[in-house]
């Protein structure tokens, strides 16, 4: 009787325990006490059923200030069902995640696999890393929640996270999700390299192409340049050399003058001598020649002179004698005359200084 009677008294001050001066005690607490306290509340105040510990952990951690906000927020939780929060426990998605839960969906295949995959996320901490082989394990799934759990909990179809890669079916080359993930952004990084490396070489070749365009017109513009210097080089050279051609011109023009006035001169008063078969050699004034004593034998002729005569008045008059035959030292033939007159001078003043004159004009237009 006293047993009997110590166990009531423990029930009531459990149901004594859950109200609002007992949450006020128990947010103090830890979080192991608090999760207790929240889960007591859910199955005897609500009456209803937990369908995932992580998530009532999580609520535990950041349990609300007062007794009626936990009530209030509990009722619409998503992982809580049954009772007074108004959600079926039947469904896969709000079952509890117990042997009650289990039985409820067991009868169809879909929400088996529905409620296998809550098992694995929101019980066992595992992820699903083939979703075909769970479909088939959940179409031939037993019927023992317990066997099932620990079926669950060694499938190869599953593993804790984070999950190592794995060969997903279907995949091509037999890669996982998550290295077909890095092989693409792998791609795409190296696409995107590629690109750029494309316009460095772009922008390097408009550079180049810039620096010798740059450098061919700088090529040009000194070769122009040069041409050019050259020209007015090869100008002013010539420009000097008709200056001293003019100058040279000029020099001998000045030394020709007293050249000319001298045949002038000479062309005015007749000189040499001459000769006639008659009369012999003869002077340029007319007087006879003399004669060697070897030709005194020979026939006197008369040559006229125009100096005063032997008559004793002014006039013409007569000289010595001469004799016919020429003398030994005179060898011109005997039918000859020659006339030193200023033709010859002025003929040969021609020839000369016309070739200079007709000189001087051609390099002048050139």
């Given at each position: 009787?006293?047993?009997?009677?110590?166990?009531?008294?423990?029930?009531?001050?459990?149901?004594?325990?859950?109200?609002?001066?007992?949450?006020?005690?128990?947010?103090?607490?830890?979080?192991?006490?608090?999760?207790?306290?929240?889960?007591?509340?859910?199955?005897?105040?609500?009456?209803?059923?937990?369908?995932?510990?992580?998530?009532?952990?999580?609520?535990?951690?950041?349990?609300?200030?007062?007794?009626?906000?936990?009530?209030?927020?509990?009722?619409?939780?998503?992982?809580?069902?049954?009772?007074?929060?108004?959600?079926?426990?039947?469904?896969?998605?709000?079952?509890?995640?117990?042997?009650?839960?289990?039985?409820?969906?067991?009868?169809?295949?879909?929400?088996?696999?529905?409620?296998?995959?809550?098992?694995?996320?929101?019980?066992?901490?595992?992820?699903?890393?083939?979703?075909?082989?769970?479909?088939?394990?959940?179409?031939?799934?037993?019927?023992?929640?317990?066997?099932?759990?620990?079926?669950?909990?060694?499938?190869?179809?599953?593993?804790?996270?984070?999950?190592?890669?794995?060969?997903?079916?279907?995949?091509?080359?037999?890669?996982?999700?998550?290295?077909?993930?890095?092989?693409?952004?792998?791609?795409?990084?190296?696409?995107?390299?590629?690109?750029?490396?494309?316009?460095?070489?772009?922008?390097?070749?408009?550079?180049?192409?810039?620096?010798?365009?740059?450098?061919?017109?700088?090529?040009?513009?000194?070769?122009?340049?040069?041409?050019?210097?050259?020209?007015?080089?090869?100008?002013?050279?010539?420009?000097?050399?008709?200056?001293?051609?003019?100058?040279?011109?000029?020099?001998?023009?000045?030394?020709?003058?007293?050249?000319?006035?001298?045949?002038?001169?000479?062309?005015?008063?007749?000189?040499?001598?001459?000769?006639?078969?008659?009369?012999?050699?003869?002077?340029?004034?007319?007087?006879a020649m003399p004669m060697p004593p070897a030709q005194q034998?020979?026939?006197?002729?008369?040559?006229?002179?125009?100096?005063?005569?032997?008559?004793?008045?002014?006039?013409?008059?007569?000289?010595?004698?001469?004799?016919?035959?020429?003398?030994?030292?005179?060898?011109?033939?005997?039918?000859?005359?020659?006339?030193?007159?200023?033709?010859?001078?002025?003929?040969?003043?021609?020839?000369?200084?016309?070739?200079?004159?007709?000189?001087?004009?051609?390099?002048?237009?050139?």
């Amino acid at each position: 009787m006293a047993a009997l009677a110590l166990l009531l008294l423990s029930l009531v001050q459990a149901e004594a325990s859950l109200d609002a001066q007992a949450y006020a005690d128990v947010l103090s607490q830890p979080t192991e006490e608090k999760e207790a306290f929240v889960e007591g509340v859910v199955t005897k105040t609500l009456h209803g059923f937990v369908l995932s510990d992580s998530s009532l952990q999580d609520f535990a951690e950041h349990a609300p200030p007062t007794y009626d906000l936990l009530v209030g927020q509990l009722k619409i939780q998503p992982w809580i069902c049954g009772g007074d929060t108004g959600r079926l426990c039947s469904a896969p998605a709000t079952a509890p995640l117990n042997a009650q839960g289990w039985q409820g969906v067991y009868s169809d295949p879909a929400s088996r696999l529905i409620f296998a995959r809550r098992v694995a996320m929101e019980r066992l901490d595992k992820e699903v890393v083939n979703a075909t082989e769970l479909e088939a394990w959940a179409r031939t799934a037993p019927q023992d929640f317990e066997t099932a759990l620990g079926e669950l909990k060694d499938a190869p179809f599953l593993c804790s996270w984070p999950c190592p890669d794995q060969e997903v079916p279907g995949m091509e080359g037999g890669m996982t999700e998550s290295q077909r993930r890095q092989v693409f952004v792998g791609e795409l990084a190296f696409a995107c390299l590629c690109l750029l490396v494309a316009l460095l070489v772009l922008i390097a070749g408009a550079m180049v192409y810039a620096d010798r365009r740059g450098a061919s017109k700088h090529a040009e513009g000194v070769a122009s340049k040069k041409k050019d210097l050259e020209e007015i080089i090869e100008r002013r050279l010539r420009e000097e050399r008709n200056v001293e051609h003019q100058a040279a011109l000029r020099a001998m023009a000045q030394k020709m003058v007293p050249m000319q006035s001298q045949v002038a001169s000479a062309s005015a008063q007749p000189m040499g001598y001459g000769y006639m078969p008659a009369q012999g050699y003869y002077s340029a004034q007319g007087s006879a020649m003399p004669m060697p004593p070897a030709q005194q034998g020979a026939r006197a002729v008369y040559t006229p002179s125009y100096s005063p005569g032997n008559s004793g008045h002014g006039g013409l008059g007569q000289s010595a004698p001469l004799m016919a035959s020429r003398p030994a030292e005179y060898q011109a033939p005997d039918v000859f005359s020659v006339s030193c007159s200023a033709a010859p001078f002025s003929f040969l003043f021609f020839w000369v200084a016309a070739p200079l004159k007709m000189g001087s004009l051609f390099f002048q237009g050139h």
